[in-house]
């Protein structure tokens, strides 16, 4: 079986680490991959260097969109890349397959022939607010739209009016359990007020790091040290916060984290992590990192991040669930401002169960193995995918 994937591959990420190990499922399955990337720039990282020159049944493209003049016409984006289109023709697949966004994934698809199945996976939000989204393309041109979790399948179907079924397929996270050694996890209670929380993250405004900070006043009655782990704009405002309150001895910015073995470790040494993001989420892959190490935590119910926790009594998702106590639900309003409190309610509460031994770090691991480890999942794609060819 042939397919096309249309994504983004060089440095870091959520949608690089899932085409990825996308790739790798179908390779190991016998299936010849075209990928398109809007740019491949070896030096930026990522593992696929290693695979394009090693696997026969892999070719990559780059657009090398940073070159493409945005006001060209399509006419003119057309003839650019006529030599492209023709190798996708030749290559005939079975399925075109996009991730991310991007005006030319819609552009490719309408020279595909029209028995191929045309997939688009949604790993953000499922929203959008604006109409040059190029996601309004999927909606007339594709044939079929997965989504990550079922939040976002939902906010897809009422953002676009997509009148079609959209199963929900999870995004590959880095398998911890192939990459690097995982902990072997044991159940423990952490006593009230002496729990190490980390936070793992880009430190963009809307990830609520400095916010997150900022409550140490209250934090501080619930946890003995808040460590952020992460680099971005609102970096150097953590660290002068830090410093000129002088919580120092508590409260550490520590920048970039360390990949591999070195972040397994590092993120197994925690008590809970905590993600209170109000953006515009898909599903964080760190959370599932964090679920993988045994760790629990405690985020904002934003994107995809509620199917983490459902049927899941390990984590905290907020606001509200059916887990938080009557006075952390007291905390929460229709405003935003008491949304956010009702995270530090969850805080709270995740230190009170931790303390009373009502976490057990061991169950939170095997959940992740049984919902969100690479095999687990590498099964559930190749059942969609084969599904898709054969029987439609």
Request: contains cysteine; charged residues 20%; neutral net charge.
């Amino acid at each position: 079986m042939k397919i096309i994937i249309f994504g983004l591959i060089s440095g870091r990420g959520g949608i690089q680490t899932h085409t990825y190990w996308l790739t790798k499922t179908l390779l190991e399955s016998n299936y010849r991959v075209l990928i398109i990337t809007p740019r491949f720039v070896k030096s930026h990282g990522g593992a696929f260097v290693e695979t394009e020159l090693f696997n026969p049944n892999l070719k990559i493209i780059s657009l090398n969109d940073e070159s493409i003049n945005k006001k060209q016409s399509i006419l003119d984006k057309i003839v650019e890349n006529i030599d492209l289109l023709r190798q996708i023709r030749l290559f005939s697949p079975d399925i075109f397959f996009g991730v991310g966004t991007g005006w030319y994934m819609t552009l490719i698809s309408l020279f595909l022939h029209p028995q191929t199945k045309k997939i688009f996976h949604e790993v953000m939000s499922g929203k959008t607010y604006t109409k040059k989204d190029p996601r309004w393309g999927v909606k007339y041109f594709f044939t079929d739209v997965y989504a990550q979790a079922s939040d976002v399948a939902q906010n897809f179907r009422e953002t676009f009016n997509w009148q079609k079924e959209i199963p929900v397929l999870p995004a590959f996270p880095e398998p911890l359990e192939i990459t690097a050694q995982l902990p072997q996890v044991v159940s423990k209670i952490i006593p009230l007020g002496k729990a190490k929380a980390a936070l793992f993250s880009r430190l963009a405004p809307h990830k609520q790091a400095f916010w997150l900070v900022q409550q140490w006043d209250f934090l501080k009655n619930y946890l003995d040290e808040l460590h952020i782990h992460g680099s971005g704009s609102e970096e150097s405002l953590i660290r002068n916060y830090i410093e000129e309150k002088g919580i120092g001895d508590k409260v550490k910015c520590f920048g970039k984290y360390p990949d591999g073995q070195a972040y397994v470790d590092l993120l197994s040494s925690y008590d809970l992590t905590l993600l209170p993001t109000i953006g515009a989420e898909g599903s964080p892959l760190v959370l599932l990192e964090s679920m993988a190490c045994g760790v629990p935590f405690v985020a904002y119910g934003v994107g995809g991040i509620p199917d983490y926790g459902y049927n899941n009594p390990d984590v905290i998702v907020v606001p509200p669930e059916p887990w938080l106590t009557t006075q952390a639900r007291e905390y929460t309003t229709t405003s935003p401002q008491g949304e956010i409190k009702a995270f530090l309610a969850g805080v709270q509460v995740m230190a009170e169960n931790l303390a009373k031994g009502e976490i057990n770090q061991l169950r939170l691991q095997q959940f992740y193995f049984d919902h969100y480890s690479y095999n687990v999942l590498k099964r559930l794609w190749l059942s969609y995918l084969s599904h898709k060819t054969t029987n439609d």
